[in-house]
């Protein structure tokens, strides 16, 4: 049921803007390559495991090859080449990676009846990591079936972060008995700029846990417990993003992640991460997320903690409509686009949970196939925990009036401590208490016509059309860099990670981008 009374033209001018705007950097993705994506590809064919300093094999094996060859061939003809001069199979990667680091193996970029030997053995032992992931999938879906989902929308999301993951574990399951229904481990601060994925359990980290593989799967089988003793699936999130983000999604993937932050941006924004670098690497992340069946959360709220929520609001639904448009460009559906919006708006302002709805509805009506990740106030929280709870009492009534699919939980201890299991608790039982007492509200909350609500909806979305024509004029690298979103300038050619990227060669070979875009 239409409640803003959108214009349909604006609607779809909009979203055209949004695809003219977001085709050249799709081009741009198409024609490059990084490290990431290449050890994305080595991971999938079965390299694992770290030297005693620990690296990953797979960063050591690749670094030998762009040594000696270069990046923009890829990695997979030199290595499979290599491994059959060596007289090894794939199942011998992560040997052919040590013999790599150890300075006995040569490199080189094959040709002719070589290339085409290597090219079959790469995409076969590729494929059977992709075959792994569509195990994967089709096991989720099973689990679904067999314990159910939870029968209420939208679904109740609840951070957890120690840094321990023994420690994460409990508190997880803890919090999935208190009503939680998607359980997220936070990375740890400072993860995201780290060019290799870390290897095995984590017991240390800041602000959040390392997310590794063995992490994943920890977490993993801890929520499958879970979900037999509640009889309802229980979803884990983690992160596909900054400067490994192929490698994330390619280990959710294999250790049936259910939900990732993925964002377009986020990484350029508040990272400083190349921009070429990003949207090269969040082009084949998300194609990995749809084939694994996993749901993207987009990190447009993170604008709104450094701009204006009011002033700004319109650079949110542009980001909103780019995201989509990457993101169908890559092969997700509708349902899993988690597209990213927040509770922001000072509560000082006079009229500001209207303006809270209108943003909220506007997001709802732009994108209603979509579940939508509502995020609740940060900025605003003062450290008073009574005004803090109020606070997210009025944010999750605002998701529940207007319909959103995945609500984070609010802290009243945001911003000032990591929350301990009775602020969780609490949060908790704001959440059911709203939740519960509101039932249906969003079917009867119908904004005045041509009042508040509608006009201020209408008014962003044609801020957020305006901009659009601009970046199209401009485009859209030239937008991130002068500022447009988040008030963060970010140039393509500065920024962490541009020395792992590559033009492709003509012979450039990635045998999983092969597989994945063939699907």
Same mark, same amino acid.
């Given at each position: 049921?239409?409640?803003?009374?959108?214009?349909?033209?604006?609607?779809?001018?909009?979203?055209?803007?949004?695809?003219?705007?977001?085709?050249?950097?799709?081009?741009?993705?198409?024609?490059?390559?990084?490290?990431?994506?290449?050890?994305?590809?080595?991971?999938?064919?079965?390299?694992?495991?770290?030297?005693?300093?620990?690296?990953?094999?797979?960063?050591?094996?690749?670094?030998?090859?762009?040594?000696?060859?270069?990046?923009?061939?890829?990695?997979?003809?030199?290595?499979?080449?290599?491994?059959?001069?060596?007289?090894?199979?794939?199942?011998?990667?992560?040997?052919?990676?040590?013999?790599?680091?150890?300075?006995?193996?040569?490199?080189?970029?094959?040709?002719?009846?070589?290339?085409?030997?290597?090219?079959?053995?790469?995409?076969?032992?590729?494929?059977?990591?992709?075959?792994?992931?569509?195990?994967?999938?089709?096991?989720?879906?099973?689990?679904?079936?067999?314990?159910?989902?939870?029968?209420?929308?939208?679904?109740?999301?609840?951070?957890?972060?120690?840094?321990?993951?023994?420690?994460?574990?409990?508190?997880?399951?803890?919090?999935?008995?208190?009503?939680?229904?998607?359980?997220?481990?936070?990375?740890?601060?400072?993860?995201?700029?780290?060019?290799?994925?870390?290897?095995?359990?984590?017991?240390?980290?800041?602000?959040?846990?390392?997310?590794?593989?063995?992490?994943?799967?920890?977490?993993?089988?801890?929520?499958?417990?879970?979900?037999?003793?509640?009889?309802?699936?229980?979803?884990?999130?983690?992160?596909?993003?900054?400067?490994?983000?192929?490698?994330?999604?390619?280990?959710?993937?294999?250790?049936?992640?259910?939900?990732?932050?993925?964002?377009?941006?986020?990484?350029?924004?508040?990272?400083?991460?190349?921009?070429?670098?990003?949207?090269?690497?969040?082009?084949?992340?998300?194609?990995?997320?749809?084939?694994?069946?996993?749901?993207?959360?987009?990190?447009?709220?993170?604008?709104?903690?450094?701009?204006?929520?009011?002033?700004? @609001?319109? %650079?949110? /639904?542009?980001?909103?409509? =780019?995201?989509?448009?990457?993101?169908? #460009? !890559?092969?997700?559906?509708? *349902?899993?686009?988690?597209?990213?919006?927040?509770?922001?708006?000072?509560?000082?302002?006079?009229?500001?949970?209207?303006?809270?709805?209108?943003?909220?509805?506007?997001?709802?009506?732009?994108?209603?196939?979509?579940?939508?990740?509502?995020?609740?106030?940060?900025?605003?929280?003062?450290?008073?925990?009574?005004?803090?709870?109020?606070?997210?009492?009025?944010?999750?009534? @605002?998701? %529940?009036? /207007?319909?959103?699919?995945? =609500?984070?939980?609010?802290?009243?201890? #945001? !911003?000032?401590?990591?929350? *301990?299991?009775?602020?969780?608790?609490?949060?908790?039982?704001?959440?059911?208490?709203?939740?519960?007492?509101?039932?249906?509200?969003?079917?009867?909350?119908?904004?005045?016509?041509?009042?508040?609500?509608?006009?201020?909806?209408?008014?962003?979305?044609?801020?957020?059309?305006?901009?659009?024509?601009?970046?199209?004029?401009?485009?859209?690298?030239?937008?991130?860099?002068?500022?447009?979103?988040?008030?963060?300038?970010?140039?393509?050619?500065?920024?962490?990670?541009?020395?792992?990227?590559?033009?492709?060669?003509?012979?450039?070979?990635?045998?999983?981008?092969?597989?994945?875009?063939?699907?």
């Amino acid at each position: 049921m239409a409640k803003l009374d959108l214009d349909p033209a604006l609607v779809a001018r909009a979203r055209e803007l949004a695809r003219r705007a977001g085709q050249p950097v799709v081009d741009l993705a198409r024609s490059h390559t990084t490290v990431s994506v290449e050890r994305a590809v080595l991971r999938l064919a079965g390299v694992s495991g770290a030297d005693p300093d620990g690296i990953p094999w797979v960063n050591r094996l690749v670094d030998a090859v762009v040594d000696e060859v270069g990046l923009e061939h890829g990695v997979a003809l030199p290595v499979f080449a290599a491994l059959q001069q060596e007289g090894l199979t794939p199942a011998d990667l992560t040997l052919l990676a040590q013999k790599a680091a150890a300075g006995s193996v040569r490199f080189g970029a094959p040709r002719g009846k070589e290339a085409t030997a290597a090219r079959k053995l790469a995409t076969r032992a590729t494929t059977a990591g992709i075959r792994t992931i569509d195990r994967r999938r089709a096991e989720r879906d099973r689990l679904v079936k067999r314990f159910g989902d939870p029968e209420q929308r939208p679904w109740i999301y609840l951070i957890v972060a120690t840094g321990d993951i023994y420690e994460d574990i409990p508190q997880a399951q803890a919090a999935a008995r208190a009503g939680a229904d998607v359980i997220a481990v936070i990375r740890s601060t400072g993860q995201s700029l780290l060019d290799y994925v870390p290897e095995g359990p984590t017991r240390e980290g800041f602000a959040g846990t390392y997310a590794t593989q063995e992490n994943f799967r920890l977490m993993r089988a801890a929520l499958d417990e879970s979900s037999r003793e509640l009889k309802r699936y229980v979803r884990l999130t983690n992160y596909a993003s900054g400067l490994c983000m192929p490698e994330m999604a390619t280990l959710a993937g294999l250790e049936r992640l259910d939900m990732m932050l993925n964002d377009s941006m986020y990484g350029i924004l508040f990272r400083d991460i190349n921009p070429i670098r990003t949207f090269v690497d969040q082009r084949f992340s998300r194609q990995v997320h749809a084939r694994a069946g996993i749901i993207i959360n987009t990190g447009e709220d993170n604008y709104l903690t450094t701009a204006d929520a009011v002033d700004e @609001a319109h %650079t949110v /639904t542009v980001s909103q409509l =780019l995201n989509e448009f990457f993101a169908h #460009e !890559a092969g997700l559906a509708d *349902w899993q686009l988690g597209l990213g919006h927040a509770f922001e708006i000072n509560p000082d302002v006079p009229e500001s949970f209207r303006l809270e709805l209108a943003h909220a509805l506007l997001a709802r009506e732009l994108f209603p196939d979509a579940p939508l990740k509502w995020m609740p106030p940060t900025k605003h929280m003062t450290g008073d925990v009574f005004r803090g709870n109020l606070l997210d009492g009025f944010f999750n009534l @605002a998701g %529940t009036m /207007t319909g959103q699919g995945i =609500l984070l939980v609010g802290m009243m201890t #945001e !911003a000032v401590v990591t929350p *301990w299991l009775s602020d969780r608790d609490i949060a908790l039982q704001n959440v059911r208490y709203v939740l519960g007492a509101a039932g249906g509200l969003h079917e009867d909350f119908v904004p005045a016509p041509g009042g508040f609500i509608q006009q201020r909806a209408n008014r962003v979305l044609a801020e957020a059309v305006t901009l659009l024509e601009k970046i199209e004029g401009d485009t859209l690298l030239k937008a991130i860099a002068d500022g447009t979103f988040g008030i963060m300038k970010r140039p393509a050619d500065r920024g962490k990670g541009l020395a792992g990227v590559a033009k492709h060669a003509d012979d450039y070979f990635n045998p999983a981008t092969a597989l994945l875009e063939a699907s």
